[in-house]
Nanobody
């Protein structure tokens, strides 16, 4: 059974940083793309960043480009999201997800088949 467990969320002031982690188990982690999504109250769950199975390809939503960095450590079965220069509009529940087989970074929700429970990120102004 595939499990994804996020950690690292919390409360931070605007301009601060957080690093989210997502530990995966139950499948061959290194073979699949990974992504981070977020969902604010009353809004859709949208992609934030994605990374291909071999880390060669990454994708970032326009709203986080230059501030967030996705990375993965296949030896530790873990994907990370480094978030810098946080803004109040980054406040949301952040979810990690793992996809099917794709050569690039999977950017569509439909490409993902397993999801974590989410971790809350709150940025105060």
């Amino acid at each position: 059974q595939v499990q994804l467990v996020e950690s690292g969320g919390g409360l931070v002031q605007a301009g601060g940083s957080l690093r989210l982690s997502c530990a995966a188990s139950g499948r061959t982690f290194r073979s699949y793309g990974m992504g981070w999504f977020r969902q604010a109250p009353g809004k859709e769950r949208d992609i934030v960043a994605a990374i291909s199975w071999n880390s060669i390809n990454t994708y970032y939503a326009d709203s986080v480009k230059g501030r967030f960095t996705i990375s993965r450590d296949n030896a530790k079965n873990t994907v990370y999201l480094q978030m810098n220069s946080l803004k109040p509009e980054d406040t949301a529940v952040y979810y990690c997800a793992t996809s099917g087989y794709y050569s690039g970074a999977p950017v569509y929700k439909s490409q993902y088949n397993y999801w974590g429970q989410g971790t809350q990120v709150t940025v105060s102004s």
